[in-house]
């Protein structure tokens, strides 16, 4: 009995080891496999699988021409952000030459674009007019992505010609998004007034075919234009003139209160300007867009602090505003602590990062909140404090400049106290309970408006069937009915049957 147990040990300790030696070799196989995979593709089978995916892409553009429905085009469009990305010179002169006709006038001009010595002559397959079009456009997209500007514009006028000339429904998402990068183009290469007209044009054209993607795409780069050569009038003006296409796409509507927002803040609208920034926040994709937010955010941080109120720890915490956010937080901790020569110290630091956000103008307003701010703070600290201090305390030049800042502040409802001229000193009055004011009932209103605008957005939001759908449903009453009646009829028609047996 010991002799077979020492054997079976034996043979289990050499069918653990195989085991073990089994386990081993699946490991490194599995690493191996996992490395071959992480191998990357070589250039000619991402192309071979690009132009797969472009074929579908084409295949679902020409169903759309066939169907006339123009929901199948924007499928399409939702995929260029990943296309774009494997596009190359030999795979566009191989769509060009497979599915751009003849007959194309602009298809010379698109192949001396993307040369390809080894390329083939191939008989271009019969397309509609917008497979050419999104053919065109892939390649105004890879020389905007390729930095060749130069080429870019001729390739983009070329392009739009041929948009203009097309007026089917099925056109109006592609041409909106043509007309993007056209101007795209012109913005990348420092021309961007040139486009300007034609953009006018067009936007009239789309409001009279009722385009309404064309209309939102065309307002938007319109307004683009104006603010980015600082012409917040004539922005102001297009504005007044025109009507946004409410069943626009949020992508959309976000960029039109973005621009709203940024021409009233200018204009020191400050209340108007912080709801719509708000929205164009809330109506921005959630996990995308990250470019947009961070924009977005910015300018509301300020004219939030221009408004004298405190903009929320939480947006300071993001985990893609961290960094971003920066000196606008160093910003904020200087507004809230009246701290002019912090503030100024944060201003001179980052000034070059607040020029390119298109904030420094507005920034350069909250220096008068930095004052009021440190007023409000010696108010209540003290009851009484000669200017001379006030004006030591805030950094201010002289004690005749914290006089007038004062008076300005009793005069804006900041503060609660009294000058005494002659003597130079400030008198602070007794606080007064808050609750005894109006603040609580317009804070309150504030909130109700807000949950009542969230709402009535909801509402819009909204899709239903068409009127149509409701013709064909029964109610239950008239159902049950119906069902009786055929019940009675097949009982009638039974007892006939047993009649006619008998």
Same mark, same amino acid.
């Given at each position: 009995s010991t002799s077979s147990q020492r054997q079976s040990s034996g043979i289990?300790?050499?069918?653990?080891?195989?085991?073990?030696?089994?386990?081993?070799? *699946?490991?490194?196989?599995?690493?191996?496999?996992?490395?071959?995979?992480?191998?990357?593709?070589?250039?000619?089978?991402? =192309? +071979? %699988?690009?132009?797969?995916?472009?074929?579908?892409?084409?295949?679902?553009?020409?169903?759309?021409?066939?169907? *006339?429905?123009?929901?199948f085009v924007l499928r399409v469009l939702r995929q260029l952000a990943s296309t774009?990305?494997?596009?190359? =010179? +030999? %795979?566009?002169n191989q769509l060009i030459k497979a599915y751009i006709s003849d007959t194309y006038e602009f298809k010379g001009n698109l192949l001396g674009y993307f040369p390809c010595a080894d390329s083939k002559d191939e008989k271009p397959h019969a397309r509609s007019v917008l497979t050419e079009i999104y053919i065109h456009l892939l390649g105004l997209v890879s020389l905007l992505d390729n930095n060749r500007i130069n080429d870019s514009i001729p390739c983009a006028q070329e392009l739009i010609s041929r948009v203009m000339s097309v007026n089917k429904p099925t056109?109006?998402?592609?041409?909106?998004?043509?007309?993007?990068?056209?101007?795209?183009?012109?913005?990348?290469?420092?021309?961007?007034?040139?486009?300007?007209?034609?953009?006018?044009?067009?936007?009239?054209?789309?409001?009279?075919?009722?385009?309404t993607e064309g209309q939102a795409m065309l307002l938007n780069l319109l307004l683009r234009n104006y603010i980015h050569y600082n012409?917040?009038?004539?922005?102001?003006?297009?504005?007044?003139?025109?009507?946004?296409?409410?069943?626009?796409?949020?992508?959309?509507s976000a960029r039109y209160l973005f621009y709203l927002g940024k021409i009233k803040a200018t204009q020191l609208d400050y209340s108007e300007a912080f709801k719509n920034l708000n929205q164009a926040i809330r109506k921005a994709p959630q996990n995308a867009a990250i470019g947009f937010?961070?924009?977005a955010t910015k300018l509301l941080v300020v004219v939030q602090l221009l408004l004298g109120e405190v903009p929320e720890r939480h947006i300071f915490r993001d985990q893609h505003l961290r960094e971003p956010l920066q000196p606008y937080l160093q910003l904020t901790q200087a507004v809230l602590a009246g701290d002019l020569a912090k503030f100024s110290s944060a201003l001179e630091k980052y000034s070059d990062k607040f020029m390119k956000a298109g904030t420094l103008t507005l920034i350069n307003r909250l220096r008068h909140n930095v004052i009021k701010t440190g007023i409000k703070s010696v108010a209540l600290s003290y009851s009484r404090i000669s200017l001379s201090d006030v004006a030591e305390k805030l950094q201010l030049d002289s004690p005749e400049d914290a006089?007038?800042?004062?008076?300005?502040?009793?005069?804006?409802?900041?503060?609660?106290?009294?000058?005494?001229?002659?003597?130079?000193?400030?008198?602070?009055?007794?606080?007064?309970?808050?609750?005894?004011?109006?603040?609580?009932l317009k804070a309150y209103h504030e909130r109700i408006r807000f949950c009542l605008?969230?709402?009535n957005h909801s509402i819009k939001a909204m899709r239903f069937p068409p009127k149509s759908y409701n013709d064909n449903l029964e109610d239950a009453q008239k159902q049950r009915e119906r069902e009786q009646q055929d019940l009675e009829y097949a009982k009638e028609?039974?007892?006939?049957e047993d009649d006619g047996m008998l």
């Open positions: 289990n300790a050499e069918y653990g080891m195989a085991t073990k030696a089994q386990k081993k070799q *699946k490991v490194e196989d599995t690493d191996v496999e996992m490395k071959e995979s992480d191998a990357p593709k070589p250039q000619a089978e991402i =192309d +071979a %699988l690009t132009i797969e995916d472009i074929k579908d892409h084409i295949s679902i553009i020409e169903k759309s021409v066939v169907n *006339k429905e123009p929901r774009r990305k494997r596009l190359n =010179d +030999a %795979l566009l056109m109006h998402s592609l041409g909106a998004r043509c007309f993007f990068y056209y101007s795209r183009a012109f913005e990348m290469a420092g021309r961007l007034h040139e486009a300007r007209t034609l953009l006018h044009g067009r936007l009239r054209t789309s409001t009279l075919r009722h385009d012409l917040y009038e004539q922005a102001e003006k297009l504005i007044s003139k025109t009507t946004f296409p409410e069943n626009a796409n949020n992508n959309e937010k961070q924009a006089e007038y800042i004062i008076a300005k502040a009793i005069h804006d409802g900041v503060i609660e106290a009294t000058i005494d001229h002659e003597k130079g000193y400030m008198q602070s009055n007794d606080s007064a309970n808050v609750y005894g004011t109006n603040e609580p605008d969230i709402h028609i039974a007892e006939e």
